[in-house]
């Protein structure tokens, strides 16, 4: 079962808020990795966790905070967003990080910041 | 960096018509993957083609590593397969940090 869930699907949020998107597989994989899109763009990386260590942030700003709690789940905790915030998140998972595997993509969540 | 070019940018074709979609990248590359994004934005795993040729029912590809492109066929198109298509690419480096491509938008007219 190559599936990656994302919730929620929709999320609008005032710029003073704090809210989680999560991220769950269960294909054993042991990376995960998020990307931001914004409208009519490719997705652009923004952190990589392997085996459970962040291995990779893409001088994102702090207001975007990751955290994966165990191997199968990932969330993206968001305080203090910006208007050019807004665009869809994407979770993905490949099995072990390396630069030769498969990465699977979630639905994405989509993100409006008011 | 890498550059990932795609052409071309914008494709209109009618239902049943064939196409060809290019990736064009400036580096030499570990793990070259083709998606399509729905419309409401899943990206959808096509292939996973560093080298060699592909198929999967009316889609196939070709990646020519040594002169860095790849090319996405569809055949006998149908209207689900509107969308944009993406290339990714990984070069260098241990970590599967995915470079897209800048797109192919894609719309398949009844």
């Known amino acids: 079962d190559t599936e990656v869930t994302q919730t929620p699907k929709h999320l609008v949020m005032g710029m003073t808020n704090k809210k989680s998107l999560k991220c769950e597989q269960h294909?054993?994989?042991?990376?995960m990795y998020w990307y931001k899109q914004k409208a009519k763009k490719p997705p652009e990386l923004m952190f990589v966790?392997?085996?459970?260590?962040?291995?990779i942030n893409e001088s994102v700003p702090s207001r975007f905070s990751p955290e994966c709690p165990n191997s199968s789940l990932l969330n993206l905790h968001l305080h203090a967003l910006q208007p050019e915030d807004s665009a869809l998140y994407l979770c993905?998972?490949?099995?072990?990080?390396?630069?030769?595997?498969?990465?699977?993509f979630g639905p994405g969540t989509r993100l409006t910041v008011l | 960096g890498i550059q990932v070019e795609q052409s071309p940018p914008d494709l209109i074709l009618q239902e049943g018509a064939n196409s060809t979609l290019r990736c064009n990248f400036s580096?030499?590359?570990?793990?070259l993957q083709w998606f399509h994004q729905n419309p409401w934005g899943q990206l959808i795993n096509l292939f996973y083609?560093?080298?060699g040729t592909k198929q999967n029912g009316r889609l196939s590809a070709t990646t020519v590593a040594t002169e860095r492109y790849s090319l996405l066929y569809i055949s006998s198109s149908q209207t689900t397969d509107s969308g944009v298509y993406f290339c990714?690419?990984?070069?260098?480096?241990?970590?599967?940090?995915?470079?897209f491509g800048t797109g192919t938008l894609l719309a398949v007219q009844p």
């Open positions: 993905a998972s490949s099995s072990a990080g390396t630069g030769f595997d498969t990465q699977y």
């Open positions: 294909m054993g994989h042991r990376a």
């Open positions: 966790y392997s085996y459970e260590k962040l291995s």
């Open positions: 580096d030499s590359v570990n793990n």
């Open positions: 083609i560093p080298s």
């Open positions: 990714a690419v990984n070069y260098g480096g241990a970590t599967n940090k995915l470079i």
